[in-house]
């Protein structure tokens, strides 16, 4: 994913041909288009998602597999808001969404629930990064809940910011969720924005996740994703603020974070390791 503040560029799809990116940007809530490169000029192709009076989430996830375009976004049904320092805040997230399309993203089916706001006893579902196709060919998708300040958005406090996978193993047909939890013995902190890779055996998995409390987290899979390790402390720093990770060639992960335990995000700091699970 390659998304810049205000969604100028946010995503390329069938090997640099498309980008995803707002089709208007008059009014407070964007419809997302598809633009096309013809030469040096992107002209506007087709609209993948109208929101509508819906308050859309900043992120989205795009996948190619034979199969065509599959999209994952969640997108707000409910005004879960609270005022804090600076004013108010929106929570982001409610249902995740999948949309498809066959024909290179001109048209677009309708979008299917993946997972609602009215699941758990109604909290609002985010997602933030890339979903992993495992060995089995099973879809990955790491996945998080917000809360927001009205009754209606506050009905499950203990679950906001506790993370989980939705896994399905039907190529997005039908999806369950394993639930990843804190080790114990840590620092009670939120776990969010999960980055999913690969580690070095065929079915080893490794999950890094933003938090509050100045380190990054890590939950480990053994088999496929199906279970994972409470998640734990990492030496890496975090300022609770968003990373990535990606499984290059010959088993080696390369992350991207901010090397802060406070709250500065200005350096942006690359690790690698070659002894992930």
Excluded at 136 to 144: C, D, E
Aim: charged share 20%; aromatic share 10%; glycine share 12%.
């Amino acid at each position: 994913m390659y998304h810049l503040s205000g969604g100028i560029l946010s995503e390329w799809i069938s090997r640099g041909s498309f980008l995803l990116a707002p089709a208007d940007i008059n009014g407070r809530h964007l419809p997302v288009g598809l633009q096309k490169f013809e030469g040096e000029r992107a002209k506007p192709y087709a609209t993948v998602f109208p929101y509508g009076n819906a308050r859309p989430s900043s992120k989205w996830i795009i996948g190619c597999r034979m199969a065509g375009v599959r999209r994952l976004v969640g997108r707000s049904r409910k005004q879960c808001w609270w005022r804090g320092e600076g004013g108010m805040h929106w929570a982001c997230g409610g249902d995740i969404f999948l949309k498809r399309s066959f024909d290179s993203g001109r048209t677009w089916l309708d979008p299917k629930v993946v997972y609602s706001f009215d699941e758990e006893g109604g909290i609002a579902k985010m997602i933030a990064n890339k979903l992993v196709v495992n060995s089995r060919g099973h879809f990955l998708l790491p996945f998080w809940r917000e809360m927001g300040g009205q009754p209606e958005c506050n009905r499950q406090a203990a679950l906001h910011g506790m993370p989980g996978l939705l896994v399905s193993d039907d190529k997005g047909g039908n999806w369950r969720v394993i639930n990843i939890t804190i080790d114990k013995g840590e620092v009670p902190t939120w776990l969010i924005e999960g980055a999913l890779a690969k580690g070095r055996g065929t079915r080893e998995y490794i999950l890094l996740f933003r938090t509050s409390a100045g380190r990054i987290y890590s939950s480990r899979s053994h088999d496929d994703g199906m279970h994972w390790t409470p998640a734990i402390a990492t030496q890496l720093a975090n300022p609770n603020s968003k990373v990535d990770v990606i499984s290059l060639p010959q088993d080696v992960l390369l992350l991207a974070y901010n090397d802060d335990t406070e709250t500065f995000r200005s350096t942006l700091a690359l690790a690698s390791s070659v002894d992930a699970p």
